[in-house]
């Protein structure tokens, strides 16, 4: 019974609130059998989400975003979901909304108006004014024009009317102070400059002019891009001109270049910019404001890179205005600035100096800093090889002003095989030099080349007394043949005896000049030796020369070379590793230029002999015994040219690289020049091997035997006489 009474009331209650859902309807609730409405907003606070306000109904609710928020969907009134408002941009919305004078700050529901540099704020209406700088300057007792400038309000900002010899390049709110146009004056040299680099020094002193004297009825505003095309096109002019070899003009033109890029820098209209030409690539950074900038500054190129501050490029004197740097790459320049190094010290190893050599690009660094002779921070400039190459000495160095290389404070920090990193305490046109150290030879190497030496001496002089007293083979052949063995004979003495002997420099130069003398003595014997060769074969009637004429131009010849060489370049003989010719400035070819000329006479000759020996060999009638001896000369001469010829091709690798393989050719070439001469020319001969047969018996055979031997009958007498006059070879043929 107890189970029955409680289900009864449970339906009688479920009943009646269904009788009261049914009567107050949703957001209604009863309330003393009267349906009252329910507050959602009170009851369920947060439920329209972040940012909004909602709003009580009769019967239900509904949100809306607050003010500077606004719905996603773009509905005003929306119920029940979450996340649908959102900060409203009113600067984006109305971008006139504070007016000319103020930068509009969006903030989160709202926004700010900031007064622009130049304004303030009004007291009156809240709103932005113009700032009377000029004015406040002068009640302050400021001079923010520079003594040479008055100063005028603008709108929003002031202008500096700088007088005559002053300028300002053009910018608002910036000092006016002096321009020294006198440093693109060409007259201030003590030369007469190329015609390139006077044009382009005449462009920058005009241009320096027009901005330092400005015309009031010109109102257009100096154009520095359009200035710096013009600077990179005179310069490429001057670059490519074969006239920039003295220390002077590189100078003048570096400094040129330099003080054109301050003159530029600030008139340009981007805070970076970046131009090149075919000798030149240029990255300009500029920064502007009423305070000096601070901060890293870093500028880079395809071959250099720097690295240092804003303050170090600004300085610490009177603030202009702007800031400017400047890194400034020649493509070619390091060409025409490889000498100079006159002033290098402190590089010496085993009390040798070393040579040196540009192996990068020449860089300017130029900043706006006008001390810039001991910076108070140093720079960090970053250059690469112009080749690749791990094992090096290198050296960083700077442009000086008397026009030569320098080091000091710039000094070497870390390499690697492409690049060479430096810092330096002062700026100007840098480059990195690698330092070329002699190397030495070892005891081997010089063993070999005296031995090698003395036994080509050896040879050579028997060939001397060969040629002199060997009557059977005397002729023009073996007068060219005696002269060409006495020019080598002198000149591998000397070699073996003073290549080395640097020291005293004159003692090294008159070394260097006869080597000159007699090596080229024996290119031009071998050049008479095809001339006679070409005689012989083509001439059907004597083919002989003159012993006078033969030595007059055998060793005249030589000697005009050298003294023509000693006149133009008399401190080219003598270097400081070798007595030999110099390798600078082309002075080499005062030897390879003679000795090209003669090869390739050389081989026209020889061409045309083994023409005209093939074209007797296929005649009806040829005299083979003539034509074989013809053939066994111009087969030894040409052989003779190719082993001389070959050795100073290895002799040029030979003192430009030092490599070790190339040493040991050029030495075996070298010493058994003799003992290959004396094995053609002499063990070859069969008149020269029955000479020293005979020479041999005199000397072996006992004096009795050959008194009985010299009183044998006439007919033997006659019969040697007859073999003798067979054997005379040239003279019969």
């Not at 005449?202 to 100096?222: F, G, H, T, Y």
Request: glycine content about 8%; hydrophobic content about 35%; aromatic content about 10%.
């Amino acid at each position: 019974m107890g189970g029955a009474k409680k289900l009864l009331l449970f339906l009688g209650m479920m009943y009646t609130i269904k009788r009261c859902l049914s009567v107050c309807g949703s957001g209604m609730e009863m309330e003393e059998s009267i349906c009252a409405d329910v507050n959602e907003c009170r009851e369920s606070p947060g439920q329209c989400g972040e940012h909004t306000l909602c709003f009580n109904t009769n019967g239900s609710y509904y949100c809306q975003c607050e003010p500077g928020f606004t719905n996603i969907n773009g509905n005003a009134n929306f119920t029940g979901v979450q996340g649908q408002c959102e900060d409203k941009i009113e600067c984006n919305i109305d971008t006139e909304i504070c007016g000319h004078m103020a930068v509009c700050i969006n903030t989160i529901g709202s926004f700010r108006c900031d007064c622009k540099s130049g304004y303030t704020k009004n007291s009156t209406n809240g709103g932005c004014r113009d700032i009377d700088e000029c004015e406040e300057a002068k009640m302050q007792e400021e001079d923010i024009c520079g003594s040479k400038g008055s100063c005028k309000n603008t709108i929003g900002g002031y202008w500096c009317i700088c007088e005559k010899g002053y300028t300002n390049y053009g910018i608002e709110r910036t000092l006016c102070f002096q321009l020294n146009c006198t440093t693109f004056d060409a007259s201030r040299g003590n030369s007469q400059y190329n015609s390139g680099l006077a044009d382009l020094l005449s462009i920058m002193r005009n241009s320096c002019m027009a901005l330092a004297n400005p015309d009031p009825s010109n109102e257009n505003k100096v154009d520095g891009d359009a200035l710096l095309e013009r600077l990179l096109t005179a310069s490429e002019t001057v670059l490519s001109s074969p006239d920039m070899d003295t220390s002077e003009d590189m100078y003048m033109l570096l400094s040129t270049m330099e003080d054109s890029i301050k003159l530029i820098g600030p008139q340009l209209r981007n805070d970076n910019t970046t131009m090149g030409s075919n000798q030149t690539a240029v990255k300009i950074a500029v920064r502007r404001g009423r305070s000096p900038p601070t901060g890293p500054l870093h500028l880079w190129t395809e071959n250099s890179t720097l690295d240092t501050d804003w303050s170090t490029a600004a300085g610490t004197g009177p603030y202009p205005g702007f800031a400017m740097a400047a890194l400034l790459n020649y493509h070619n320049l390091e060409k025409s600035v490889n000498h100079s190094y006159d002033q290098l010290h402190g590089f010496e190893k085993d009390d040798v100096q070393p040579t040196f050599e540009i192996f990068s690009r020449v860089v300017s660094v130029v900043v706006s800093n006008p001390s810039t002779h001991n910076l108070s921070q140093s720079i960090t400039l970053t250059l690469r090889h112009l080749e690749d190459k791990s094992e090096a000495s290198y050296i960083c160095a700077y442009w000086n002003n008397r026009g030569a290389w320098a080091v000091d404070g710039c000094r070497h920090q870390k390499s690697n095989a492409t690049h060479t990193v430096c810092r330096c305490e002062h700026l100007s046109s840098f480059a990195v030099l690698m330092a070329h150290y002699p190397i030495d030879q070892s005891f081997a190497t010089q063993l070999i080349t005296k031995i090698g030496l003395i036994l080509s001496l050896l040879c050579l002089s028997i060939c001397i007394f060969t040629f002199k007293f060997c009557r059977s083979i005397q002729g023009t052949r073996t007068t060219i043949h005696l002269h060409l063995c006495i020019c080598l004979f002198i000149a591998d003495l000397i070699f073996l005896a003073g290549i080395s002997q640097t020291k005293p420099e004159g003692g090294c130069r008159f070394i260097a000049a006869v080597l000159h003398l007699f090596f080229m003595g024996v290119f031009t014997w071998m050049l008479l030796e095809g001339v006679q060769l070409y005689r012989m074969v083509v001439l059907v009637f004597d083919a002989s020369i003159r012993p006078l004429y033969l030595i007059l131009f055998g060793y005249v010849t030589p000697l005009f070379v050298v003294i023509l060489t000693a006149i133009i370049r008399p401190k080219g003989y003598g270097t400081k590793e070798h007595c030999w010719l110099s390798l600078k400035d082309g002075l080499i070819w005062s030897f390879y230029g003679p000795v090209c000329v003669i090869i390739f006479l050389n081989v026209f000759f020889f061409i045309v002999t083994v023409w005209k020996l093939a074209q007797k060999f296929s005649s009806l009638n040829p005299d083979l015994s003539k034509l074989n001896k013809l053939k066994a000369f111009t087969v030894t001469a040409i052989a003779q040219m190719c082993i001389l010829g070959l050795m100073w091709v290895f002799g040029v690798f030979l003192f430009r690289r030092g490599n070790t393989v190339v040493e040991y050719i050029f030495i075996a070439l070298n010493t058994l020049q003799g003992a290959l001469i004396f094995v053609m020319h002499c063990l070859l001969s069969k008149q020269v091997r029955e000479e020293y047969y005979n020479f041999f018996s005199c000397i072996c055979v006992p004096k009795k035997r050959y008194s009985d031997f010299s009183s044998t009958n006439p007919s033997s007498s006659h019969s040697h006489g007859s073999r003798s006059g067979h054997n005379t070879g040239e003279s019969n043929i």
